[in-house]
Nanobody, 121 residues
Framework: VQLVESGGGSVQAGGSLRLSCKVSGYIASSNCIGWFRQAPGFEREGVASIFRDGDSYYAASVEGRFTISQENARNTVYLEMNNLQPGDTAMYYC???WGCGARCFNPSLYSYWGQGTQVTV
């Protein structure tokens, strides 16, 4: 297993969570690591992405509330989520790709995925 998410849970509206994505092996050399989420009955959507040089992008729905960051030679990618709302309830996944440009919110461009962590608001 090369991408492992953790940190999900249940919080009240307005609360915060920090998700972690442990990245192992050559996956750490990927061009982009993204966070996605999928709620029952909905398509998987990009939430935030971060590139090797640190450039980051956010979906409009989470801009100003979520922050993506990376550390430890990109062995861990975080998603800090503040002011969580019921609409944020979903399974959250991290994923890696080498073939993506700016934003990189198209799930089909990602080659590796974690198993997901549930967030319930």
């Amino acid at each position: 297993v090369q991408l492992v998410e953790s940190g999900g849970g249940s919080v009240q509206a307005g609360g915060s969570l920090r998700l972690s994505c442990k990245v192992s092996g050559y996956i750490a050399s990927s061009n982009c690591i993204g966070w996605f989420r999928q709620a029952p009955g909905f398509e998987r959507e990009g939430v935030a992405s971060i590139f090797r040089d640190g450039d980051s992008y956010y979906a409009a729905s989470v801009e100003g509330r979520f922050t993506i960051s990376q550390e430890n030679a990109r062995n861990t990618v975080y998603l800090e989520m503040n002011n969580l709302q019921p609409g944020d309830t979903a399974m959250y996944y991290c994923a890696a790709t080498w073939g993506c440009g700016a934003r990189c919110f198209n799930p089909s461009l990602y080659s590796y995925w974690g198993q997901g962590t549930q967030v319930t608001v």
